[in-house]
Structure formats: C-alpha cells, structure tokens
C-alpha cells in the first residue's frame, strides 16, 4: 500500500498553511501506511547557507548531545535547533563536506536526513497522525512539501528505511510500490559516486533522479529516462528547491490523484486526501497517466 | 428513513445494516453522510431500495450489488461497482480505477471520467461514461456494453471477448485483437436504448460513436504462435 500527499502552493499567501494543509491531507491516509511517516518540507533558505537534517538512528537518541559535540569539535558558527528527534543546523555552504566527514568519522550512527539550501525532511517509525504531532508539522511552512505513510515491504520499519529519501542538494522522493532492479542499480549508482546509505528501493529511486540531473537532465527528463531504467511498478513524486514533479510506471498499478487550482497544485494516493484542500470543489481533479512525466517549477 | 452519518457511525455498521434488509423491506431511501472517502460503502447490498451517499466514496462503493439504486453525489475511488450483479450505481463525479470490474449485469453510470481499466474483465455490465476513460478498459470484456461519450486511453478492449464498446471521442490505441467494427442500425438501436435509460438519448448523436470489438483471433490456440511462448 503506502501513501503520498504532496502540496506545491502557487499563491503565496498559502505558504504559512503549508504544514497544516500537508498535515491534514496526510492524516487521511495513515492506513495505507502505518509503520511510518514523513514529511519534507522547502521553506525559507539563506544564500550559501545549507540546512543539514540529521537524525540518530532511532527516536530516543540524544540528538541535542550530538549536536553540540559537533558545535563544538567542527562547526562553531553553525546555528540550530530541535524538532523530536532531528536536529537542523545551518552552516556555510562551503563547510558542508567538511561536516559531512567529521559526522562520518565521529557519529556514524547519526544519518545525514537531507541537506540543502530550503529542504528539511522529518520523518520517524510511528503511526503517521502520531509522527505529524512530534515534529510539530502543522505549524511549518514553506512553498512546497510532500509527505508519505509507509507500509513496508521492501526492507525493514527504521527512521532511515522511512520516506522521504533525500539523496542530492534540495532533493527527496517518495514511493508507493516496489523496483525489481534496485540491487543492481544501487551498485552502479555508488560506482558512479552517489551516495546511498540504506538497504531500501525508494532511495535507489531517488539516487538515480539525483545522478540523471547532476549529469544534466532537468527534472522532467530525469523522470523521462526513469521509465526505461528503473524496473518494477511505482508512483514518484519528487521534490526539488523549485519544483515538483510526479510520474507513475507504464501499467500506473498504484494509485494517484491530482488536484490544480490557481493557487496550488496537490497530489494524493486517494481523493480523500485532497478534500479538506480550499477551493477543492472548483479544482481541476484528474488521475495522471501512466508513463507521463508530471512537474511544475516555481516562478 | 435511514440515515448514517459515516463521521459517526463506523461503515461496518451500515453495510450490516443494509445486509439485513429482507427483499420485501419497506425502509427502501437510505441517505450516507460524510463518506469522506470511505472504503467499501454500501458493498454487498441485496435489495430494491435506494442509497443516497452524500459525498465522495473510497474503494469498492457499491461492490457485488444487487438491485439496489446507489447514487453517489461526488467522485468514488477504485473498484466503484466492482463484480455488480444488477441494480443501477450512479456516480455524479469521477471514478477511479477498475470502475465495474468483473461486473455480471445491471448499469454503472459515470457523469465525470473514469480512468484506467474502466470495465476490466466485465462479464454483462453495462457502463455508460459521460467523459473520458483510462488506459486498458475493458480489458479481457468478455460481455455487456461499455459507452463512452469522451475519449478512451491507451490499449482499448486488449484481449477483448464479447463485450461490446461504443466510443464517441478518439482512441489512444486498440488493444491485442480488439477492432474498429461497422455501426449497423442494429447497434446504432442498441446504443440509442441505452441512452434512454440515462437520458441521453435525445442529446446525443449516436451516429458520432464508433463501435470497437474483439477480432476473435485470440479465442484458440494458433500453432503459428507456438514460437512466442
């Protein structure tokens, strides 16, 4: 099963609603998917500074000890805060590799949750409505979010093995469904130096989109070529700084809904989710097409 | 007259309910508030009565009906009249996928769209869609009548049998030995009976609608195929 909600507001004076709006259309679909949840979120960024997400590798973990050890011992400057159990630190967009290693070499047990400029992923083991609640998302805001509920197959019921995956700068995907190739193409993509930590399909999706558009590919196109290289059945929606993009395998199995107004564009795994959207009567509702990539970039 | 208000009462409540109902009942207009979207409402009903479902429905609304009228005043996901036996569903919004799949007889109406696999595998349903419908519909149809007044997606009637397609709009594809066959005054009569039970009949011009159905040539075995398997 699994579910998505994903929202990209066009009108901007939706942006402080975002985390309620997600929150609520998420709600909705905590059977499809009640192991776990999560939600990214692109709010507001600082030139050359980058937000790193970071997470120990289950609830319970001392984050905040985490953190202040890496204040102290790599990055005095950084600034952040906690939100349950991830912490998000701001640091120089040049020192990033630099935090990166030192996390590495000294908190291994701390996962790198996403990083980038406006993009911040929470997501946790839980009941979804539960997990909402401990970050606190209904309060957030931001220009676009996606958020997924899991059921696992693939691999097991973990903080890291939750949706979204965030393998680039800016980038996170969701999945409902399962890839058949994804040992194998795991195996190229680290060959081709991308990094992939987990055991789960859905990050060697998101891995594959982020190495199609650091080798040049728009979103759109990433999506294209996903259709010939990525073997099984899925629905992907994907976030980038700007855009928002959504594809479904050739057979489209798994389901998806569509909602577009004036002021956002939302998808759902069931219509349910979308009908506490503002202006859902009137909206342009329709089910994407199989093997037809779907994205909106903002202004 | 019945009423449940699904915010209230669980749907496993209704659907008992409704299955309690004797044939002869005199409780026959049921009204369905805040479907929100709920799985399985009204499935398995067995009686001439009405339901009234106020809003939009999940997965599987109406499933394996029997003569009962189901109206559903919004949009209804997967599977809306699933396995149908008789009686009428009327969607006045969309349907998701898999809209009559399997359905053995009675009408499936849908004002909006419906999307993929619209009539998979229909053995006698008739479905009238008043917008367009999805990739693979009426696949493997082995009876009944699909209409459609917009335009089908990818792959119509792949691996047809009997069931009968009307299709006013342009066809992505056709399916594996699905064909585009002459409209006789025959059909052109059937299509003009069907639109009466809607009533359509007058609004639309059943001229404009191409008939699709299967070329037979995948009903037995075929030697020279022997190599593909």
């Not at chain 1, 980038?116 to 992923?121: D, N, P």
């Not at chain 2, 949009?75 to 809209?99: C, F, T, Y």
């Not at chain 2, 639109?195 to 009903?219: H, I, N, P």
Request: charged residues 25%; hydrophobic residues 35%.
């Amino acid at each position: 099963m699994c579910g998505i909600a994903g929202l990209f507001l066009k009108n901007r004076a939706l942006e402080p609603r975002l985390g309620e709006l997600l929150t609520k259309m998420t709600s909705t679909l905590c059977e499809r998917g009640p192991d776990s949840a999560g939600f990214a979120i692109y709010g507001v960024g600082q030139d050359s500074k980058t937000k790193l997400t970071i997470a120990g590798p289950k609830a319970g973990y001392d984050i905040e000890a985490a953190v202040k050890r890496l204040k102290r011992e790599v990055a005095p400057d950084a600034t952040s805060f906690v939100r349950y159990s991830h912490a998000v630190i701001t640091v120089d967009e040049k020192d990033v590799p630099k935090v990166e290693a030192w996390l590495e070499e000294n908190l291994p047990e701390v996962n790198i949750v996403s990083a980038g400029q406006r993009l911040e992923i929470f997501k946790e083991v839980g009941y979804p409505d539960d997990v909402a609640k401990y970050f606190d998302i209904a309060k957030m805001s931001g220009s676009h979010g996606i958020s997924h509920t899991r059921m696992a197959t693939e691999s097991a019921v973990t903080t890291n093995g939750s949706h979204p995956f965030s393998t680039g700068t800016d980038q996170c995907l969701v999945h409902n469904g399962s890839l058949s190739n994804h040992a194998s193409l795991r195996r190229t993509l680290r060959k081709d130096g991308i990094k992939i930590k987990t055991e789960n399909d859905s990050e060697v999706a998101a891995g594959y989109l982020t190495r199609q558009m650091r080798d040049g590919q728009t979103l759109g196109e990433a999506l294209k070529s996903g259709l010939d290289d990525l073997d099984g059945f899925f629905t992907f929606v994907v976030g980038t700084e700007s855009g928002f993009g959504v594809i479904r395998d050739p057979i489209a199995c798994k389901p998806a809904v569509m909602a577009e107004t004036d002021d956002y564009v939302a998808f759902a795994s069931e219509y349910k989710s979308l009908t506490g959207l503002p202006g859902i009567e009137t909206a342009k509702v329709w089910e994407p097409k199989p093997a037809t990539p779907y994205f909106w970039e903002r202004d | 007259m019945p009423n449940f208000d699904l915010a209230k009462t669980p749907v496993r409540e209704l659907n008992a309910a409704l299955h309690r109902l004797s044939p002869s009942t005199n409780e026959t207009l049921w009204t369905v508030s805040n479907p929100c979207g709920e799985h399985s409402i009204a499935v398995g009903v067995d009686a001439d009565i009405t339901i009234n479902i106020h809003g939009n429905a999940g997965y599987f609304c109406g499933g394996m009906n029997k003569n009962a009228t189901i109206v559903v005043e919004g949009s209804a996901g997967q599977g809306v009249g699933e396995n149908m036996m008789s009686g009428l569903i009327h969607v006045k919004g969309d349907a998701s996928q898999s809209a009559g799949a399997t359905g053995r007889g009675g009408r499936l109406i849908v004002d909006g769209n419906a999307s993929a696999r619209c009539g998979i595998s229909m053995k006698g349903i008739d479905i009238i869609v008043k917008g367009d419908i999805g990739h693979l519909s009426a696949f493997m149809g082995q009876n009944g009548r699909l209409v459609v007044f917009g335009e089908a997606g990818e792959a119509l009637g792949d691996s047809l049998y009997e069931a009968r397609l009307y299709v006013r709009g342009p066809v992505a594809s056709l399916g594996a030995d699905c064909i585009q066959k002459e409209m006789r005054d025959e059909h052109k009569s059937e299509l003009i009976e069907l639109l009466k039970s809607t009533g359509d009949a007058f609004k639309v011009d059943v001229s404009e609608f191409k008939r699709y159905g299967s070329a037979r040539k995948l009903y037995n075995f075929n030697i020279d195929n022997a190599g593909a398997y």
